[in-house]
């Protein structure tokens, strides 16, 4: 009995630390599709402060078909689309990636984030504090130039 509940005990202190804030592994993103990768390297891009560097973009299964429609879209509820950030270096004529800046993800729940057009933000820099304030103000105001692609900016890659 005494082993039982030190188990539960354990497993409850020590799921924070395996667990982002949706309670999902913290790289369950790795498991998800490859959308596309981008580098912004360059102060030209109008997204480079403070979007520089290298980002890779990831779905979940439920979004999967909806990005890969290069047309008007609309996600289904429950998709889910990682975008992590790292800082570009470059090595032997190759830009790579340096260290891990944030990663920001979107959440289809119209229920939950009316507010936002039914998608939730969040953002973490690389020591996992959150760093969105207001999904309207720090997300969704820039997000609404792609209304008809459901807020989403990427467009699928083969």
């Known amino acids: 009995m005494k082993r039982a509940i030190l188990t539960i005990f354990a497993l409850i202190l020590g799921f ?22 981008m580098v912004i390297f360059d102060k030209k891009h109008p997204l480079y402060d403070p979007f520089f560097g290298i980002h890779h973009v990831y779905i979940n299964k439920k979004g999967l078909k909806t990005v890969q429609n290069q047309g008007k879209r609309t996600f289904p509820e429950g998709t889910k689309i990682a975008i992590v950030f790292y800082n570009h270096k470059e090595d032997q004529g190759a830009f790579v990636e340096g260290e891990k800046r944030l990663e920001a993800y979107m959440i289809k729940n119209s229920k939950k984030y009316k507010n936002t057009d039914g998608w939730g933000y969040f953002a973490y820099d690389a020591k996992g504090n959150p760093i969105v304030k207001d999904m309207k103000v720090d997300c969704h105001n820039c997000h609404s130039q792609v209304k008809d692609q459901d807020f989403v900016f990427s467009l699928w890659k083969e």
């Open 16 to 37: 924070p630390f395996l667990t982002n804030a949706s309670g999902e592994r913290k790289d369950f993103y790795k498991y998800w599709y490859h959308v596309k990768s």
